[in-house]
């Protein structure tokens, strides 16, 4: 072009609408005829726990000293009904995922990690596996959909139980494990044919809605002699409702997950359009539980794009008691590595975008049933690096809650909290910055 | 023979007390009244006993049963030995929705008809009913066998995977992936052992079922096959 076409013509401009990835997607569906199926959570950029910000202590509330006065981070869940309540000594658990989605030795780093902090972790669509159990000080067992695994024996070997409703990156969805995954042990935990593609279905076979969910739970607590606590875990989509009716059923517990939750596999269209972000569910859902006089009774758990500290703080600060992760958890044990870039090149992705995780190529051993890939992964090393991911997160937390004057860190409250936009502090209920206007709060 | 009375008995100690039997106990039959449909009742057992249930049962009656024979004497409601693992549970009556869903061993007989998706989810649980079944029954069926001896309402074994179902009456409709199939001396050997199991030695002309199982399209995913869905 010469120096006086750049008079005549305009720079080339791409649509903010029809944007690279919207062009591709296009291009991919109109190339393959099917949706594009992925794993992990909502990648789209949402409203979060960054709009948020704590004010700590200054004139009107004193701080605790950092090194030196205690900041309590244990929680005990199931207060409610059961017998033998768990108690955890960090209010960060590990979420549930299968084995099946994971390998053998991801899930002995997740029961390793969690044990060696004092948390929990959870079974997931799949049952579960003597390793997961030898290697859990606590472990909750999913009562799913599907059913996969599903036997009496390991219901009472459990800590804790959790039957899921639904999860955040696809409440209302079921899920489905490709053949390529379905190892003959897979197989076998499942009562499926190897190698088959495995669909999990979106609703229990033996009871649909609160009022049967109501006795499904009193079955449950019978079989287990009134031990175990029970939770409820839905998907953010009406939380206020759901956790009223998790209420009603007699949950010990509720876990709510927001869309950034993660998922083994689910359709991209799924994940990114259905649901509510973690940071928009919380305010709700601890409405519901006050509006009942059931909040710190009922135990709110919160999962959905926890990273760091600052997250857990914030959840725990707008009214959850714990928060359980699973991104980040796999992250910590070596999902996305970019020591493994050439790998993931390979595969036309890069560390930190790499989410085919159902068709078992991970490079990282996590994500996979192949069993040269799976034993790439060390469950020692990456349990111990779990660990240290939690533990930071802990100091993370009393950190900030110290910070705020606190000396436990469930005394987190909303009024330690200020949004950075408009519509974070209408979806947290906390002030804007600067203001103490909240949006779409009464007067009065 | 141990007797409870659930009228002045609550369930969870009847629950406990089923808990807590050891393999060679004694107590081998129990007899439980008044049920009054209450929910739970003789779940979670785990022992080689007899339980009489005299009368109607509510909600998962026998769910998730190891070992125990657990007699109905009446009507069943939902989920019925649901997750059964092993042993038998026999209804003398009808059953509700879900009867048997997602079992995994042993043989549940239900005397009436069942309602809608008896054997759903089941994996490795035979069922046998001796009037009809409703919608959906056996959706997702895994593993096990269902037999019908009445007939089967709309969409009988939808998305079935590996499972077998023989009904002697008529089938309103086959669900996705659902179709007829041939029975060989394999199958009228377990047709046979199913019905003399459930105590049909006389009178059934094995040739008068018809079998049915998957077609086993849907196993993959494919695209072609959108329209099944």
């Known amino acids: 072009m010469s120096a006086e076409d750049h008079w005549k013509h305009t720079v080339p401009r791409k649509s903010a609408t029809f944007d690279d990835y919207a062009i591709s997607e296009i291009r991919r569906a109109a190339t393959t005829g099917i949706y594009d199926i992925r794993g992990g959570g909502a990648k789209r950029k949402l409203p979060h726990f960054d709009d948020l910000l704590f004010l700590g202590a200054s004139m009107s509330r004193y701080p605790l000293e950092g090194y030196r006065e205690k900041c309590s981070t244990d929680i005990t869940i199931g207060t409610r009904f059961a017998e033998r309540p768990i108690h955890l000594k960090i209010p960060i658990t590990i979420a549930g995922m299968s084995f099946g989605a994971l390998s053998g030795p991801a899930k002995e780093a997740l029961g390793r990690g969690a044990t060696a902090v004092g948390t929990s972790t959870t079974t997931g669509d799949g049952g579960m596996t003597q390793e997961e159990r030898a290697h859990s000080q606590t472990l909750v067992y999913q009562v799913l959909p599907s059913r996969y695994g599903m036997n009496p024996d390991d219901l009472r070997k459990a800590d804790a139980i959790e039957i899921v409703v639904g999860q955040g990156a696809k409440p209302g969805g079921g899920g489905m494990l490709l053949g390529q995954k379905i190892t003959k042990r897979v197989a076998d935990m499942r009562s499926l044919p190897e190698g088959i593609d495995q669909r999990s279905a979106c609703r229990h076979p033996d009871w649909s809605g609160p009022d049967d969910l109501e006795i499904k739970i009193q079955e449950l607590r019978e079989i287990t002699d009134w031990q175990k606590p029970i939770y409820v875990k839905v998907g953010a989509s009406r939380p206020y409702y759901d956790i009223a009716l998790a209420v009603k059923s007699g949950a010990d517990a509720v876990v709510l997950d927001g869309m950034q939750g993660g998922t083994a596999a689910t359709q991209e269209v799924f994940i990114e359009n259905v649901g509510l972000p973690t940071l928009a569910a919380v305010r709700p859902a601890v409405q519901a539980l006050q509006d009942l006089g059931m909040h710190r009774k009922v135990q709110l758990i919160v999962s959905g794009g926890i990273r760091n500290g600052a997250d857990v703080a914030k959840c725990l600060a707008l009214g959850a008691d714990a928060v359980a992760i699973g991104t980040a958890a796999l992250i910590a044990i070596g999902d996305n590595d970019p020591g493994l870039e050439a790998r993931y090149n390979a595969m036309g992705t890069t560390a930190g975008a790499y989410d085919d ?17 799976s034993a790439r992964l060390d469950p020692i090393i990456a349990g111990k690096r779990l660990a240290n991911f939690l533990s930071v997160l802990a100091l993370e937390v009393q950190t900030i809650a110290r910070a705020c004057g606190k000396s436990h860190v469930q005394n987190l409250e909303p009024e330690d909290l200020v949004a950075l936009t408009i519509e974070a502090a209408a979806m947290a209920g906390v002030p804007l910055a600067g203001t103490n206007w909240i949006p779409g709060s009464r007067p009065g | 023979m141990a007797t409870i009375d659930l009228a002045n008995f609550p369930i969870r100690k009847l629950n406990a007390e089923l808990h807590s039997l050891k393999p060679d106990t004694n107590d081998t039959h129990w007899r439980v009244l008044n049920p ?66 997602s079992g995994c061993g042993g043989l549940l007989v239900i005397d009436g008809n069942a309602s809608a998706r008896c ?7 035979d069922i046998v009913v001796k009037g009809s079944v409703g919608h959906l029954s056996a959706f997702m069926a895994q593993a096990g066998s269902l037999v019908v001896l009445g007939d089967a309402g709309e969409a009988i074994g939808d998305s079935i995977y590996e499972a077998h179902i023989y009904v002697r009456g008529q089938v309103k409709s086959l669900g996705a992936d659902c179709i007829e199939k041939p029975i060989t001396d394999r199958h009228k050997a377990e047709l046979t052992r199913l019905l003399e199991a459930a105590g049909e030695v006389d009178g059934i002309d094995i040739g008068s079922f018809r079998r049915y199982g998957s077609a086993r399209n849907l196993y993959h995913f494919h695209v072609d096959n959108i329209g099944l869905y």
């Not at chain 2, 009446?74 to 059964?84: L, P, R």
């Not at chain 2, 054997?119 to 649980?125: A, L, N, V």
Request: aromatic share 4%; net charge negative.
């Open chain 1, 357 to 373: 995780w159902h068709e078992g190529r991970d490079p990282a051993g996590i994500t996979t049933q192949d069993p040269e890939l």
């Open chain 2, 36 to 101: 009054r449909g209450q929910h739970a009742i003789a779940v979670g057992v785990d022992a080689p006993v007899t339980i009489e249930v005299a009368g109607h049962v509510g909600y998962f009656c026998a769910g998730m049963n190891k070992q125990a024979h657990v007699v109905i004497q009446g009507n069943a409601g939902q989920g019925v030995a649901e997750n059964m693992m092993s042993g038998f549970v026999h209804v003398n009556g009808d059953a509700s929705q879900a009867a048997g869903a």
């Open chain 2, 119 to 125: 054997g759903i989810s089941m994996k490795g649980i």
